[in-house]
Structure formats: structure tokens, C-alpha cells
């Protein structure tokens, strides 16, 4: 099913008791999915799917009459495509009702979506939150195409999920990366294990970045952030994963990690505030 990855991504979400409270769900182009989009948007989540093959996408009418000057052709036939804003006006509170529902815990997203999908074509409130993701789709795909910042950052993000899951991928080789065991229980192990190793190397990784960064400060040379911002944590190449692994220094104290480099990351961040209003202007 379309959209499921994004799915357990909302469910992570709501989850999430930590201080960081993402407010925006990034996924790859199969993340589409128009009931997912909508529950998304009940959730106060904002889903920025990476899109390719726009073109193939539909694009919906808020109604029969609405025409548009340059862009119309994206629409398709004059009078076709057209969003049912009656469906969506007498399946509102049942929306809001499901919402409150998964946000309570009461139900998991993932089990809702594959209730509602069931017998779909005679379920009004799937019908429903068709609708209302064809309305979201239908103003991000027009965001998505006049923001050319806005689909850099998309880009950008999803390239970074995906270089993460790669990395930790190979961070787990053990058995080629496969989880043989049929146990739920030994299954969530094994993933929070590899979670965890998979941290430690790029806090391994990043601790490594900034005292060469230091060191190079220490000898005169000019750090631009810009080229910080280039570099990623996931690094290999030092890494032997086949190598002797010493367990005497396990109970040695670490000494305290200096998490400051005296480098002026204020123009990224700068940087960042404007491409975030651009993208909300719209």
C-alpha cells in the first residue's frame, strides 16, 4: 500500500516524548498516499513527500467552474477532477472523530488506514479523507513546482533519511543485514540494537570532525560553514568492521567532549529562516 513507510513515520511521531517535536513528516515518492496525506494534515503534521514524475500526478479542481489562466492544462479536462467538498463537509466530524482517536492512542494510524481501506469504495469516511488528500496534494504539488526552495529542502532531507538508512545498513552486516527471527520481541532488539551501535559511530564520527576541525583553526586556516554543512557524518572508510574489537577500555571513564568550535554558523542559519519563510509564504 502507497504511503504506508509514512504511515509508521506518524506513528513514530506521536510517540515521540522527547523535546524535539518535528512538525514535518519527510518521505520518499512512495510516501504518497492521499488518506495518509489527510491524516497527516488532522495530526498537525505537515507530509513533504519527495515528488518525481509530477507530470503522471493528477491535480483537483476545487470545483466544475474553476479554470485557470496558464496552468489549467495541469487539471485535465475542464470540468474533471473535481475535489467533493460535500463528502468531506458530511464526514467532517467522523474525520475529526478518527483523529482524536489516533492521537489518543485509542487506535494505531497504521490499523485505521487498513480498516478504512477495506471495502473503501462503499466507506465514506475513507472517502473523506481521500478527498481532503487530494486538496493537500493538490497545494503541495503546486508549492512543490513554483518553490524551488522548497523542493531543495525536500531533496535535501530525504536524501538525508535515505544516506542514514544506508549507513546504518551497513553498520549492520551481521547476516547480510536480515533479521532471520520470527519473534516481534527479538525482531525490536535487534533493529534498537543496531539503532543504538549505529549513533554511536556517527557521535564517534562527528567528535572525530570537530577536533580536525579545531586542529586546522589552531594552524591559521579559514573555516567556511558552508563547507562544514558538506560534511557528513556518515563515514566508513576508517571504520574496519572486520577488525579485532578490544573490551579492556569499556569500564575507562571518557573524558568530556567539547561540543563548541568556534565557527560562525549564524549565515546557515539565516540561510535556513529564509528558505522556511518562502516556503510558507506560499
Known amino acids: 500500500m502507497r504511503g504506508v513507510g509514512a504511515v509508521y513515520i506518524i506513528e513514530g511521531l506521536l510517540k515521540n516524548t522527547s523535546e524535539v517535536q518535528p512538525t514535518t513528516v519527510h518521505a520518499d515518492t512512495q510516501g504518497q498516499s492521499f488518506p495518509v496525506s489527510a491524516l497527516a494534515h488532522l495530526l498537525g503534521f505537515d507530509l513533504m513527500p519527495r515528488i518525481r514524475n509530477w507530470k503522471e500526478l493528477t491535480f483537483y479542481r476545487p470545483s466544475k467552474q474553476s479554470e485557470y489562466v496558464h496552468i489549467d492544462a495541469l487539471f485535465g479536462e475542464s470540468g474533471k477532477n473535481v475535489i467533493e467538498f460535500d463528502l468531506i463537509e458530511s464526514q467532517f466530524r467522523h474525520l475529526?472523530?478518527?483523529?482524536?482517536?489516533?492521537?489518543e492512542g485509542t487506535i494505531s494510524s497504521s490499523t485505521l488506514l487498513k480498516r478504512l481501506r477495506s471495502g473503501s469504495r462503499k466507506n465514506a469516511t475513507y472517502a473523506a479523507f481521500r478527498e481532503v488528500g487530494r486538496v493537500i496534494r493538490t497545494v503541495q504539488l503546486l508549492s512543490?513546482?513554483?518553490?524551488?526552495?522548497?523542493?531543495?529542502?525536500?531533496?535535501?532531507?530525504?536524501?538525508k533519511v535515505e544516506s542514514f538508512n544506508r549507513f546504518s545498513q551497513w553498520i549492520g552486516f551481521g547476516n547480510r543485514g536480515v533479521i532471520a527471527d520470527n519473534d516481534p520481541i527479538e525482531q525490536e532488539k535487534a533493529m534498537k540494537f543496531n539503532a543504538l551501535l549505529t549513533n554511536a559511530v556517527i557521535f564517534h564520527n562527528a567528535l572525530d570532525i570537530a577536533e580536525i576541525v579545531r586542529q586546522l583553526l589552531e594552524e591559521g586556516w579559514e573555516i567556511d560553514p558552508e563547507d562544514l554543512a558538506h560534511i557528513s557524518p556518515y563515514l566508513t572508510e576508517h571504520i574496519n568492521r572486520f577488525g579485532e574489537y578490544s573490551?579492556?577500555?569499556?569500564?575507562?571513564?571518557?573524558?568530556?567532549?567539547?561540543?563548541?568550535?568556534?565557527?560562525?554558523?549564524?549565515?546557515?542559519?539565516?540561510?535556513?529562516?529564509?528558505?522556511?519563510?518562502?516556503g510558507q509564504a506560499v
Not at 97 to 103: F, Q
Not at 247 to 264: C, F, M, N, R, S
Not at 266 to 277: F, V
Open 96 to 103: 475529526m472523530r478518527v483523529a482524536v482517536s489516533v492521537r
Open 144 to 159: 512543490y513546482l513554483s518553490d524551488a526552495p522548497l523542493r531543495r529542502r525536500v531533496t535535501a532531507a530525504t536524501n
Open 247 to 278: 573490551t579492556h577500555e569499556l569500564g575507562i571513564q571518557p573524558d568530556a567532549y567539547d561540543p563548541k568550535l568556534d565557527v560562525d554558523f549564524t549565515p546557515l542559519r539565516e540561510q535556513d529562516l529564509t528558505t522556511t519563510s518562502l
